[in-house]
């Protein structure tokens, strides 16, 4: 029964700033870690972000680095991926994953790391 639901998408122009949510349920979150992946049409999904299960450390694509921060929540089950100084590059469908195992003592960045998915939050970035 895990869920894991994404909202914050929508249309901005280039320089604008998103904060995209993932509320979790059915598991332990806080024991966790928790990512964000993206995928276009014709693409691989591409690794974006993570976070570490408590916190401590967290990891980013160049692509992303500097702009999006991610954050995690455990008391309110929720992780974000605050997304600034967007370009029509990030357009794309923002997914939020779920690391398959409990407590891993690095930070995942691998698909196959990741075994629950949400639906995903379409991003468009305009010129």
């Known amino acids: 029964q895990v869920q894991l639901v994404e909202s914050g998408g929508g249309l901005v122009q280039a320089g604008a700033s998103l904060r995209l949510s993932c509320a979790a349920s059915?598991?332990?979150?806080?024991?966790?870690?928790m990512g964000w992946f993206r995928q276009v049409p014709g693409k691989e999904r591409e690794f974006i972000a993570a976070?570490?299960?408590?916190?401590?450390?967290?990891n980013y694509a160049d692509s992303v680095k500097g702009r999006f921060t991610i954050s995690k929540d455990n008391t309110g089950n929720t992780v974000h991926l605050q997304m600034n100084s967007l370009k029509p590059e990030d357009t794309s469908v923002y997914y939020c994953?779920?690391?398959?195992?409990?407590?891993?003592?690095?930070?995942?960045?691998?698909?196959?790391?990741?075994?629950?998915w949400g639906q995903g939050t379409q991003v468009f970035v305009s010129s």
């Open positions: 059915g598991f332990p979150f806080s024991s966790r870690a």
């Open positions: 994953a779920r690391d398959r195992q409990i407590r891993r003592s690095f930070v995942p960045t691998r698909i196959r790391d990741f075994d629950s």
């Open positions: 976070i570490k299960w408590d916190g401590a450390s967290t």
